[in-house]
């Protein structure tokens, strides 16, 4: 029994266990239901494994010494099995003459690794949850979401119908949605959950409306068939692209891009561990792997320059705007979207393999830093990191793994991000030097405020928040899909003394970290490009001579280190609190370049103004004019009724006139 | 079979009517032992059905009305049977929601009107199908009307009179049809199956416009599509949690189902040529609707209007007349069914408890009552057609289906945009009535409450997993006519 | 046996009148001794259908004639088991009653077997005087009095233009026999002819009060006994319906097509006007006036379609219309007896205060209104197929329209019957008698409505004969 | 010469003074006797019909036997009700017969 | 047949009967209506039917005259009131358009007329129609009982 006819066990166990979590955890005592779920898990995780094992025995292996030398004919080294990419297919929808929709399960490279990486991330994310959400209301709930979300999410990475790829993701959606709002007494959490379904519902319309054209184009809803060359034939360019940014848009929206980025800040009102499994490592991945996977449509239609430049402005903007935060969480999720713009600017430069590496590496060291950040939280009773209290001191673990996690993300060699964002660049510097540009530049940025962060948290002692007073809390009007930046509650309580985190926290912490710095030398030169070995796909000529990779590697880790020396001169050397930016512009910052305004004031308010219009059209116009019509029956009933008189000459007039017009009507 | 599932409500209302004790308890329970015996019975007429080979099952005809060439001719195909199904399903949910009643007339009243469904989804005869389509609509009066809430009365006779418009013209139509085919048949006969074989016959008649919109004035205004849709907020409002269960389980069926039936079946070529305009009609309906169920400050009315938009679904997938659009329009029909009916259970329930649907004074529901609030919520999510529930693949087969059809691709662009502002209105009120810290007391779910909401939560999950329970069955309905469709259209 | 029915009506009212003055503390005697008269003439009509020929020039046999004994046979039964409602018998004696209604219903079968127009005058008026008298027959009720007084004198004015129609025809064609006339009547008749036929129609449509010939109906209703008012619903409209058709068939020759047209019209006006008069009445009686007005609309539709639809649909709805308006007025007699008038505000939660009688009242109130299942919906709907048949569909659709316009004021009663709250007015008693009387119609309304193929089959072959 | 014509005539002017009558007089008993004018109007045709038309049956002229029948019958109801009119209203005019309407 | 006989006859019958119908005096309207009557009858003599005009003469002539004279007395009908202006409207609209309905009568040249013996009139009677003329005793039967009826109180 190979684990590739296992595979669709790794989305379904998690499901079950939300089933039985939803029916039964009430009953379930102590920490049971926390544990129950991460056992799932890692039976999954280890499926997902073995899935990986499976199809890296299974999948061709390129030659990428080769390729780099120019060599590419003799590139390939094993032609791969077969029956790769694997595939399993049942009947789920069928319709006559029609293809229908049947439920497929398509595992090639990059859904293997995404899949292993899911099921990881997930895991240590249930394990931290089983200390983080002890004492919460409803933590059986909880577990239950998580494993709905994490089926669903596995669901769609090994999804080979992109119907069934849509269901996940609104499924996804769904989960986000319950999870964000998980606190839901909270009028905070309640707008955030709201406004994060009502943005990514909008930008699924495109995905929906994808799908359609392209059912009508090629008759199939089908992953794999959308690669071949014989189906593009069918596919006009210009149709291509416009499908292709449909599906774009829908992604732009899963993964918080500019300009649908606004509901992710938001989306921090959730548990920790939500913003850590879902708003960092995977669901909003989940819109990175879906573009990848229209990936073929995007060349054919010649669309890739608007995903590079939607990932560029997102990875500088957000990059720029982490720094006026104070919420940990806050400039983790700036952080967040950020990153994503990596992705994307990697995958629209034709660094696809870059792109998806990134993708997992990020997902492993966001995962981290967003539990590290629930431990800090955890421990200091806070998110303020201007009142965290020398973190450093009392959470040594929390402290070390959050390094960790941190020098991934800023890019220092050896940890992961280093690998996978600096090819990532080195993309974008082969096919739009200015998009190169705008990358480093947010890589600079990146680099300062992460240890701005880390300085201020772990090293420097409690101080009153600078942030607080400017908090913008102001709601909105009518619909209410309102930014929720308000400050944090309830307030930190006087004179707290952290602590370190439980064993559970601990330990996932400590594991995520590892993984951080496995995944990173998996993909790098020095471990032969195992990762993308996998997952090089075809000629994208994407992978650059090592000299000049050489060369990129050098200059993004300077630009990292210039980051963080400032950030080291201002906040560390310096008192965080006498840094000030300039009001105008700190506040503008805050408000986040009054984006969210923009929506509210301008998209939400033109989108919901004929509500009352229509509805007051409906109550008194439309059934008025039924009413009307009743009243009127009425009224000329009341008048008709005068002609019965009750005077005999009349009636006898009548009779008459009867005549006189039968008389009239015959004689003609 | 079809007899049994017809019958056996009606004599058992009549056996209810006839209980010496107004308030007989005896009353309810055989309404509930009738609604689970025929939902077993229609349950194994729906999996004995052969799905491969379709066609009609359980045909029964006897010579009714000779002298207009009309029988009593009834059987079943997968088109009717999901609804034969739901039926008595809806029925026995119905019953238990109103356990607290004890007026016997009510549940006679329920009685009756599951064996005029059944026996208009059954009907293979027009007369026999308007004579059900008919027989439906002085239950629903009486059960509005006397058991409803405080504007019972207006809404009773607006959801009489509506109804009575689009039923006459139906009729007129019907008997037009039926003489004009008579020289086609070389017999005057009101039979459905021997009038679908002179399809093409009809189809070239100068007058099939007029029959056309005589039977489909009908079934608009049942379904309900924009305009004619402004009985539905005030009967839904009205009527009593089993009365609302039934017209938006069931009742709004009747259109959707007709539309297929007669003006698919009968006027493929009227369809077509009109076509654009139904799905504009659709279009309308779906994001009309929508932003009207955002502005309701009444509960049931916000969801009564939420249906409007769900049947613009309904409309748009048989506008498309395409095998994916019928599809879509047949699982939506059934999935708001279920689901629209899980909402008005919640909702009736709730009201009950609160006294009130005004939804500015509800606050908390799911804190304080956690089964009640999350059923609800479950429902609300479903109503704006949450993926892996049954209203999802409903939704998007009808918009798939929609996207195909030639005359209403078009419209499917701008009416997706009604499944964001129906979200919006749904999580708003979910966000309004169901979150927040609980105020007041609300005493959750009773045990038998518990009971008629659980199948209704069951099929609501599993018609969104698993369609291969609906889909073939709906194949079996649909090809048939598709087939003859293409025929005549050629 | 149609003369033998003759004889038996003529000599019964004879001795029904005569016994009369010594059975007015026992009026149920004489209601027996009308209701085994009329028992026996019903089965003696069954016989009368298969005869042939013409009695003394005057009176065709047939199955027509046999039809309309048997139908006017059973309205007198009714109407004699109706009167025993009224426990204690009339103010003004119980026994005339049984006599004046016993040759009304002569009048009406000689009406329709008539062979010229003497015998159809002579018919009509024997059931018209009967029906003056007995609106008036309480002379204590003012409003009887001033219905009969209207009725009477409307009555009257209709007679003579008839009379008048009757001579130009006369005139027009030399001959007083339906064939005579027939004969000399073309599709495009004279003026002379035109204007003898529309006058004949005023006669005609008076009985069936058709708008504009309608106004004394709802008076004589609002002022009559409610037996007394069922009779007139039911016994004068179901002889003249019938004899119209006779004469549309044998009389009216080429000119048919013409008089036809002029039928549709009427009806349809009539079908209109009744029902928007019918929308804000107040006393059910009167609302039951108009509502017959509207049926007999729906009625001249059938009969204007000139199909063998249109006449089975004719006898079908007379039939149907037998029984529920009796049943309704029976009804009304029934509580009118114990106290309670017939308008809507006396009405008021009556299905509470007496759940059997208040079902009963909805079935016939709904078979009016043309509900399925009953025999008021396979009325209406015989009609519409035959106006479908004859391609009427202007008036079709006036029609299905105005069924609207019925339901709306039909349910005005069941809404005062059940959704009103009864308040303080008590419980309602009604007497065995009634609710017996009330049961059995009901029964017959449903079955009628439920399986009629065997009525219809025997109604399609006493028709077909109009149709040769 | 005297033609068909004239007699017709003549009872359609009858006619029209009767129909003018019904409709102008207010006493009741007034409005009898002009219906009775109708009659006679009717019976008057009848007669002229059957001299000019039908020499063999003379079927009209035992019509308007008929009519004189007819019409006294008519009349003996007719007062018979006016007198319950006058014991009940206290006049027998028309005003006083119109508290039924709508 | 004298055409100033008919013309005679009609000139007063026509006065008479517009007599009966406009004169308030209800008794003096009472006789111009017998004498209208009385002229009708002589006009059946004109028209060859003396024994119609006897029984003209005896029934419509004198009786129902008389028998309305007495019901004037009895209900204290001096007069008849004025009619109302709406009334006098109606009634020459109507009387307008009968004028217009009859004018298609002129048109009848027909001139010779057959005179109908009582004999042949009698046998008529009996022969062709004998069940009409025992339906009309019926019919006085049931008006006679219908009078009765209406005009008694029930003893007790």
């Known amino acids: 029994m190979s684990y590739v006819e296992l595979s669709y066990w790794i989305p379904l166990l998690p499901a079950l266990g939300f089933a039985v979590l939803i029916l039964f955890g009430r009953s379930l005592p102590g920490r049971l239901a926390g544990w129950l779920a991460t056992g799932v898990m890692a039976v999954s995780a280890v499926l997902a494994l073995g899935l990986l094992r499976d199809v890296a025995l299974a999948a061709p292996h390129w030659d990428l010494a080769a390729i780099f030398s120019g060599q590419s004919e003799s590139a390939l080294l094993a032609p791969g099995s077969p029956d790769f990419p694997f595939r399993l297919e049942w009947n789920w929808l069928a319709i006559k003459g029609q293809a229908g929709i049947p439920l497929v399960i398509y595992v090639d490279a990059l859904a293997a690794i995404v899949t292993a990486m899911v099921a990881l991330a997930s895991l240590f994310i249930h394990m931290f949850s089983i200390g983080y959400m002890w004492g919460e209301e409803r933590y ?26 849509l269901l996940a993701w609104e499924v996804m959606g769904l989960m986000s949605y319950l999870l964000i709002g998980f606190l839901y007494k909270k009028k905070t959490a309640q707008q955030a959950q709201k406004k994060a379904f009502i943005t990514t519902k909008l930008a699924d319309l495109g995905f929906m409306i994808g799908l359609f054209w392209l059912y009508l184009l090629i008759g199939n809803f089908d992953l794999a068939d959308l690669a071949s060359e014989h189906t593009l034939a069918l596919i006009p360019a210009g149709t291509a692209a416009v499908i292709g940014l449909l599906v774009f848009v829908a992604s732009v929206g899963k993964s918080a891009q500019f300009p649908l980025h606004v509901w992710l800040l938001d989306a921090m009102e959730g548990p920790t561990p939500v913003s850590a499994m879902i708003h960092a490592a995977t669901m909003v991945s989940a819109g990175v792997y879906l573009t990848a996977r229209f990936y073929p449509l995007l060349i054919h239609g010649h669309a890739l320059m608007v995903v590079a430049w939607v990932g560029a402005i997102t990875a500088l903007f957000a990059a720029v705007i982490a720094p006026a935060f104070a919420d940990v969480k806050k400039i983790l999720a700036w952080s967040t979207v950020s990153q994503l713009g990596y992705m994307f600017l990697g995958l629209g430069v034709f660094g696809w393999a870059a792109a998806m590496f ?10 981290l830093l967003f539990l590290g950040s629930g431990s800090m939280i955890h421990g200091a009773k806070t998110q303020d990191i201007f009142e965290m209290n020398r973190l450093k001191k009392y959470m040594p673990w929390t402290y070390l793994t959050f390094l960790v996690g941190s020098l991934a993300l800023m890019g220092i060699p050896p940890f992961a991000g280093f690998w996978s964002k600096d090819l990532v660049l080195h993309a974008a510097e082969e096919h739009a030097p200015i998009l190169w540009l705008m990358g480093l530049t947010a890589a600079f940025f990146t680099a300062f405020y992460t240890t701005r962060l880390i300085v201020i948290a772990f090293h420097k002692p409690a101080m009153p928040s600078p942030w607080k007073a400017a908090a913008w809390t102001k709601g909105a009007p009518w619909l209410n899909l309102g930014p929720a930046d308000a400050p944090p509650d309830p307030e930190p309580p006087q004179g707290h003394h952290p602590h370190e985190s439980g064993f559970e926290m601990v330990t996932a912490l400590v594991s995520l970290a590892i993984l951080s710095i496995v995944v990173g030398l998996w993909g790098s030169p020095w471990a032969d490009y195992g990762l993308l070995k996998l997952l090089y796909w075809g000629d994208a000529p994407e992978i650059l001579p090592v000299g000049k990779l050489l060369s990129g590697y050098v200059i993004g880790t300077l630009v990292a280190l210039s980051g963080i020396g400032l950030a080291w001169y201002w906040y560390a050397a310096g008192d965080p609190l006498k840094q000030r930016a300039p009001l105008w512009l700190t506040r503008a910052l805050q408000r986040r370049l009054y984006i969210d305004e923009f929506y509210y004031k301008v998209v939400a308010a033109l989108g919901q103004s004929p509500t009352y219009v229509l509805a007051f059209f409906d109550r008194w116009v439309i059934d008025g004019l039924v009413d009307l019509s009743g009243w009127l029956a009425l009224v000329a009933s009341s008048f008709l009724r005068y002609l019965q008189s009750g005077r005999f000459a009349v009636y006898a007039f009548y009779m008459l006139l009867g005549v006189l017009a039968l008389y009239l009507g015959g004689i003609r | 079979m ?53 066609g009609f099952v359980s045909q029964f005809r006897l010579d009714w009305l000779r002298l207009i060439g009309s029988s009593f001719h009834v059987g079943l195909d997968g088109l009717s049977l999901p609804f034969v199904a739901l039926t008595p399903l809806l029925t026995a949910v119905s019953v238990l929601a109103s356990w607290r009643k004890t007026d016997k007339g009510f549940f006679a009243l329920m009685l009756l009107l599951q064996g005029a469904l059944v026996g208009l989804f059954a009907a293979l005869d027009l007369i026999v199908f308007f004579l059900f389509f008919e027989a439906v609509l002085v239950p629903m009066y009486f059960m509005i009307a006397i058991w409803g809430y405080e504007e019972r009365r207006y809404a009773a006779v607006k959801f009489l009179i509506y109804s009575l418009v689009g039923s006459v013209f139906m009729l007129a139509a019907m008997l037009a049809t039926a003489y004009l085919a008579q020289p086609a048949l070389g017999e005057l006969s009101f039979d459905y199956l021997k009038l679908l074989s002179a399809s093409g016959y009809l189809a070239a008649l100068p007058a099939a416009a007029w029959l056309f919109w005589g039977f489909a004035i009908a079934f608009l205004i049942k379904l309900p599509a924009v305009p004619v849709h402004t009985w539905l907020p005030h009967a839904h409002t009205q009527a009593p949690t089993a009365g609302s269960i039934f017209l938006a389980g069931l ?47 009444d509960l049931k009315r916000l969801i009564a209007n939420s249906s409007v938009n769900h049947m613009g679904y309904v409309l748009l997938g048989i506008a498309s007349m395409t095998a994916v659009g019928l599809h879509g329009a047949v699982y939506q029909m059934v999935a708001h069914g279920v689901i629209t009916g899980l909402m008005f259970l919640m909702v009736g329930l709730l009201a009950e408890r609160t006294h009130t649907r005004e939804i500015a004074a509800m606050k908390g529901v799911y804190p304080a009552a956690p089964k009640l609030g999350g059923v609800l919520w479950l429902a609300l999510l479903g109503g704006l057609g949450l993926p892996g529930l049954a209203g999802f693949l409903g939704e998007f087969q009808s918009l798939w289906g929609g996207f195909l059809g030639v005359m209403t691709r078009p419209y499917v662009w701008w009416a997706v945009f009604g499944i964001v502002i129906l979200a919006g209105a749904m999580l708003w009120t979910i966000q309004r009535v169901l979150l927040g810290k609980a105020e007041t007391e609300v005493a959750d779910l009773e045990p038998y409450e518990v009971y008629a909401a659980a199948p209704l939560v069951f099929l609501a999950v599993l018609l ?25 259209l050629k | 046996m149609t003369l033998a029915v003759i004889i038996l009506l003529a000599l019964g009212g004879l001795a029904l009148a005569l016994a009369a003055p010594n059975f007015d503390e026992r009026p149920t005697v004489l209601g027996g001794i009308s209701g085994t008269i009329f028992g026996v003439t019903l089965l003696l009509g069954f016989a009368a259908m298969h005869e042939s020929g013409v009695l003394y020039g005057a009176v065709q046999q047939g199955p027509l004639t046999g039809l309309a004994i048997v139908l006017l046979s059973l309205v007198g039964l009714l109407a004699a088991a109706g009167a025993a409602i009224r426990e204690n018998g009339f103010a003004a004696g119980s026994g005339e009653v049984h006599a004046l209604m016993m040759w009304g219903i002569l009048g009406g079968v ?52 008839l009379l008048f129609g009757m001579a130009l025809l006369y005139a027009e064609t030399g001959s007083i026999a339906y064939a005579g006339i027939a004969a000399g009547l073309s599709a495009h008749p004279s003026a002379l002819a035109v204007g003898g036929l529309a006058l004949m129609l005023v006669g005609i449509g008076f009985k069936l009060a058709w708008v504009p010939f309608h106004a004394w109906a709802p008076d004589a209703y609002q002022g009559a006994l409610p037996l007394m008012a069922g009779y007139l619903s039911v016994a ?43 929308m804000g009445q107040g006393d059910i009686k009167r609302l039951l006036a108009y509502s017959t007005i509207v049926h007999m609309g729906f009625l001249g539709m059938g009969l204007a379609s000139g199909t063998l639809t249109g006449y089975v649909a004719v006898a079908y709805y007379l039939a149907a219309y037998i029984v529920t308006s009796l049943g309704m007025f029976f009804s009304l007699e029934a509580l009118e007896a114990h106290g309670i008038a017939s308008n809507l505000e006396a009405w008021k939660g009556l299905g509470r205060r007496n759940p059997m009688v208040g079902v009963l009242i909805a079935v016939f109130v709904l078979s009016l209104a043309g509900a399925p299942l009953l025999a008021g919906f396979l009325a209406k709907l015989y009609v519409f197929a035959a106006l479908a048949q004859a391609g009427s569909w202007a008036a079709l659709i006036v029609a299905v329209i105005m069924v609207i316009f019925g339901y709306f004021f039909y349910f005005r009663i069941l809404t005062a019957l059940f959704l009103e709250e009864p308040g303080e007015k008590p419980a309602v008693e009604v007497s065995a008698t009634a609710i017996s009387l009330m049961f059995i119609l009901a029964a017959a309304v449903f079955v009628l409505g439920v399986w009629p193929s065997p009525l219809m089959q025997w109604l399609k072959t006493a028709v077909a004969s109009l149709m040769i | 010469m005297v033609t068909l014509g004239h007699f017709l005539l003549l009872s359609g002017l009858l006619m029209a003074i009767g129909l003018y009558g019904v409709l102008t007089r207010r006493n009741l008993i007034a409005v009898l006797m002009s219906v009775e004018i109708l009659l006679n109007a009717a019976a008057l045709a009848f007669v002229s019909v059957a001299a000019y038309r039908d020499p063999h049956l003379f079927a009209g002229q035992i019509f308007a036997l008929f009519i004189i029948v007819v019409a006294a019958a008519e009349l003996s109801i007719g007062f018979a009700i006016l007198l319950n009119v006058y014991r009940s209203h206290g006049v027998v005019e028309s005003d006083a017969i119109s508290e039924m309407r709508g | 047949m004298s055409l100033t006989a008919f013309y005679a006859l009609a000139a007063f019958i026509l006065l008479f009967a517009l007599l009966a119908v406009t004169t308030a005096n209800m008794v003096r309207a009472a006789l111009s209506l017998a004498v209208t009557f009385f002229l009708i009858a002589g006009l059946y003599v004109l028209l060859g039917s003396p024994a119609l005009a006897a029984i003209q003469f005896m029934v419509n002539a004198s009786a129902i005259p008389i028998m309305t004279l007495f019901i004037i007395m009895m209900t204290q009908s001096r007069n008849s009131p004025a009619p109302k202006s709406w009334q006098i409207a109606l009634g020459a609209l109507a009387a307008a358009a009968a004028l217009v309905f009859f004018r298609v009568a002129v048109d009848h040249g027909d001139s010779s007329v057959a005179s109908a013996s009582p004999a042949v009139l009698g046998e008529g009677l009996l022969r062709a129609a004998l069940l009409p003329f025992e339906v009309a005793s019926v019919l006085l039967l049931l008006a006679m009982v219908g009078a009765i009826v209406l005009a008694r109180r029930r003893a007790g």
């Open chain 2, 251 to 297: 009742l709004l069926k009747m259109g959707g189902y007709g539309l297929i039936r007669f003006n698919l079946a009968l006027f493929p070529g009227e369809l077509k040529h009109f076509s654009g305009l139904l799905a504009i009609v659709a279009f309308v309906s779906i994001v009309y609707g929508a932003y009207v169920t955002l502005a309701q400050r």
């Open chain 3, 236 to 278: 004068p409209k179901t002889a003249v319906a019938l004899g119209l058709a006779v004469m549309l068939t044998q009389a009216f020759g080429d000119a048919a097509g013409m008089v036809r047209g002029w039928i549709t019209a009427l009806a349809a006006v009539s079908v209109v006007l009744g029902s928007f008069w019918a």
């Open chain 3, 110 to 161: 000689l009406l329709v077997g008539s062979a010229h127009l003497l015998m159809f005058f002579l018919g009509l008026e024997l059931s018209a005087y009967s029906t003056y008298v007995l609106v008036g027959y309480d002379r204590d009720r003012r409003f009887g009095t001033e219905a009969a007084a209207k009725y009477l004198m409307l009555g009257a004015v209709g007679s003579a233009l």
């Open chain 1, 140 to 165: 059986h709930t909880f577990f239950a979401f998580l494993q709905l979300f994490s089926a669903a999410m596995l669901a769609f990475v090994l999804a080979g119908n992109f119907f069934h790829s």
């Open chain 2, 2 to 54: 079809t007899l049994l599932l017809i019958f056996l409500p009606i004599v058992a209302a009549a056996l209810v009517g006839l209980l010496p004790d107004p308030k007989a308890e005896a009353g309810k329970r055989i309404a509930l032992g009738v609604a689970l015996f025929t939902l077993l019975a229609s349950v194994g007429v729906y999996f004995a059905y052969p799905v491969g080979s379709g």
């Open chain 2, 464 to 488: 969104g997993l698993v369609p291969a329970l609906l889909t073939p069955w709906i194949d079996a309905g649909i090809q048939p006519i598709l087939t003859l469709v293409q025929e005549v």
């Open chain 1, 358 to 367: 990134h993708l997992v590496a990020h997902a492993f060291f966001k995962a």
